[in-house]
């Protein structure tokens, strides 16, 4: 089991910037976290990518953020960060984390945590 906790969603003017955490906790099982990645939902849409960052370091952004928005992880604390800057009133969404178990090299189960709001105000 994996258990994600996501924080730092609030309201900024746009412009702003946040920074999000989300650390996982693995237990009851065995194998390690491998990918983490940040996807997120405005009202009335479906959830969409934001960015990822695979266990060996390589990162990937839509085409929405990037530029404005950098992943990054410390691999001790198994906390992955969303700094997000240059804030625009439509990255308004509920933000999500989530990551995958990997067990002998393979991925075996995809985890997501309960979000965080993040509010940009015009």
């Known amino acids: 089991q994996v258990h994600l906790v996501e924080s730092g969603g609030d309201l900024v003017q746009a412009g702003g910037s946040l920074r999000l955490s989300c650390t996982a906790s693995?237990?009851?099982?065995?194998?390690?976290?491998?990918?983490m990645g940040w996807y997120r939902q405005a009202p009335g849409n479906q959830r969409e990518f934001v960015a990822v960052?695979?266990?060996?370091?390589?990162?990937n952004y839509a085409d929405s953020v990037k530029g404005r928005f950098t992943i990054s992880r410390d691999n001790a604390k198994n906390t992955l960060y969303l700094q997000m800057n240059s804030l625009k009133p439509e990255d308004t969404a509920v933000y999500y984390c989530?990551?995958?178990?990997?067990?002998?090299?393979?991925?075996?189960?995809?985890?997501w945590g309960q979000g965080t709001q993040v509010t940009v105000s015009s």
């Open positions: 989530n990551a995958a178990l990997v067990r002998l090299g393979r991925p075996i189960s995809l985890y």
């Open positions: 693995v237990s009851g099982t065995t194998g390690s976290i491998g990918s």
């Open positions: 960052r695979s266990g060996g370091g390589a990162t």
